[in-house]
Nanobody, 118 residues
Framework: QVQLVESGGGLVQPGGSLRLSCTAS????????TGWYRQAPGKQRELVAT???????NYADAVKGRFTISRDNAKKTVYLQMNSLKPEDTGVYYC????????????WGQGTQVTVSS
């Protein structure tokens, strides 16, 4: 059974930082591209950051320079370091894992809430 479990969300003031984690089980982690997506209230889910290869990454323009995606294959975990958070970063953040080169949906975590507010 494949599981992606996110953690690290919460309430933070504008300008603050959070680090999200997503730990996978039931898959051979190195076979999968991993990424983070988010969904704000009333909006569609959107890409935040993904690995496009073993080392190359892709970021949404809105988070470039503020967010950093990383992964630890030994721990089967992907991270999202979020700095200089803004109220518009508020939403549910989802972890995704899809086989490298696949166009399938892949697997999704249950999501973790991030709220940026003073």
């Amino acid at each position: 059974q494949v599981q992606l479990v996110e953690s690290g969300g919460g309430l933070v003031q504008p300008g603050g930082s959070l680090r999200l984690s997503c730990t996978a089980s039931g898959i051979i982690f190195t076979f999968y591209a991993t990424g983070w997506y988010r969904q704000a209230p009333g909006k569609q889910r959107e890409l935040v950051a993904t690995f496009t290869s073993g080392v190359r990454t892709n970021y949404a323009d809105a988070v470039k320079g503020r967010f950093t995606i990383s992964r630890d294959n030994a721990k089967k975990t992907v991270y999202l370091q979020m700095n200089s958070l803004k109220p518009e970063d508020t939403g549910v953040y989802y972890c995704n894992a899809v086989t490298w080169g696949s166009t399938d949906e892949g697997y999704w975590g249950q999501g973790t809430q991030v709220t940026v507010s003073s």
